[in-house]
């Protein structure tokens, strides 16, 4: 993908930038990924989250799976955003 040449990254930027990270990493590297970034807490409580959220509602079975995965993604991106934000600007 092909972004503009300002000094910093916009949010959809970054996150095509994590999606394709995605798409080239393989089970173990995306599993090594998740352990060192996000919590064993944060990962039950998206699972629980998710859970309690589609109860009672029209959400169908396939879209309640994805549920934690896509919060979970978007933990990943801020996670990463911030990450980002901390680092000083540099001259390539």
Do not use: H
């Not at 503009?4 to 996150?15: C, V």
């Not at 394709?20 to 590297?29: A, S």
């Not at 944060?42 to 589609?54: K, M, P, R, V």
């Not at 994805?66 to 979970?72: F, G, I, Q, S, V």
Request: net charge negative; charged share 30%; proline share 3%.
């Amino acid at each position: 993908m092909d972004f503009g040449t300002g000094d910093r990254l916009t949010r959809e930027e970054i996150a095509w930038e994590l999606v394709e990270l995605f798409e080239e990493l393989n089970v173990d590297q995306l599993n090594e990924m998740m352990a060192k970034n996000v919590p064993l807490e944060t990962l039950e409580f998206f699972a629980s989250y998710a859970s309690g959220f589609c109860e009672g509602s029209a959400i169908n079975s396939s879209t309640r799976k994805r549920l934690p995965n896509l919060m979970l993604l978007g933990y990943l991106l801020r996670v990463l955003e911030e990450r980002l934000l901390d680092q000083e600007p540099f001259d390539a």
